[in-house]
């Protein structure tokens, strides 16, 4: 019980801490999103009701005031209002999310099968230029940023090849290089680690004792090695997880996706500081939410942990 109080209160911390850093380094931007839309001279707006906006907005009053105002409504789920559209920033984003969410989620499920695929084919392929190349790939998926993959798949599979349309493609067909775009880079990392742990596992003395009984690679793989050298993944996988919102964005906008990357870029363009905190608290709390359910995990499926949790608590 201990373990989970401790574990949740870390998690609380993290995101009081994002909160603070993001409020702080947003309200350090110079310009001022209200006087950039409401001082237009299109608008015809007097300095009296720009100063009734202004308060309406919240701005008038000192910073620890407005970080207090912000953190409560945060508390409530109120992210405050976007200054471009005027609408609620909670609802902007709730109706971007699932967009996001989907390509995240494809992205996530292809970064696993390339880093299984990867792991798994370094250790069973008998030639050793074939091992080398497969344990080389990793390091160069994490070395291609997200942007420039985006464009050359474009390029290639787009207008080389035609097998993608650009214009008017279907659900599905809008998915295939976003997805792509974005798996490649976050498999990487999870293929390191993978590649890792099958090393550490492999020179285990319970695998040394299956391989004397006559247990051949695929059923050592399966069988014995996988259970125990997917666990350290665990934890890399969180920190992925976390991590595909931002990567999101990039791909979002390089693909013209409606999605949180297409309000983010917005928002950046009109200084649109209540979106761009909402998008970062969105961020910093699904990182934390599922680094926190890894945590929480990670005892109930590694028996060595749980006794060791048992034993601190």
Not at 175 to 189: C, D, G, R, S, T
Not at 263 to 284: C, F, M, N, R
């Amino acid at each position: 019980m201990r373990y989970v109080v401790g574990r949740v209160g870390q998690a609380a911390l993290v995101l009081l801490a994002a909160f603070t850093l993001s409020f702080v380094l947003l309200q350090a931007l110079p310009g001022d999103a209200l006087l950039i839309k409401f001082e237009n001279p299109e608008l015809g707006l007097t300095p009296e009701q720009i100063s009734d906006v202004r308060q309406a907005y919240g701005a008038d009053v000192p910073l620890p005031q407005q970080y207090l105002d912000a953190l409560g409504g945060f508390l409530r789920g109120d992210l405050g209002y976007s200054v471009q559209y005027g609408t609620p920033v909670a609802t902007l984003l709730a109706d971007a999310l699932p967009s996001t969410a989907t390509l995240a989620a494809a992205s996530f499920a292809l970064a696993v099968v390339l880093a299984v695929g990867i792991a798994a084919l370094s250790y069973l392929t008998p030639f050793a230029r074939l091992r080398g190349l497969l344990r080389s790939l990793p390091s160069l998926f994490a070395a291609v940023p997200v942007f420039w993959l985006a464009i050359v798949l474009v390029q290639v599979f787009s207008f080389q090849l035609g097998l993608v349309p650009v214009i008017a493609p279907s659900p599905a067909q809008a998915l295939i290089l976003p997805v792509l775009a974005l798996a490649v880079p976050i498999a990487a990392p999870l293929a390191q680690v993978l590649v890792r742990s099958i090393d550490d596992v492999s020179v285990q003395p319970f695998v040394a004792v299956a391989t004397a009984k006559g247990a051949g690679p695929r059923w050592l793989l399966v069988r014995t090695i996988a259970r125990n050298a997917v666990l350290p993944s665990l934890t890399i996988a969180g920190v992925l997880l976390g991590e595909l919102i931002g990567g999101a964005v990039v791909t979002e906008t390089v693909f013209g996706r409606a999605g949180i990357g297409r309000i983010t870029e917005q928002a950046v363009s009109q200084q649109d500081i209540p979106v761009l905190q909402g998008v970062v608290l969105l961020a910093a709390t699904t990182f934390v939410v599922v680094n926190l359910v890894v945590d929480l995990l990670y005892p109930v499926l590694d028996p060595r942990t749980k006794q060791k949790v048992g034993l601190a608590a």
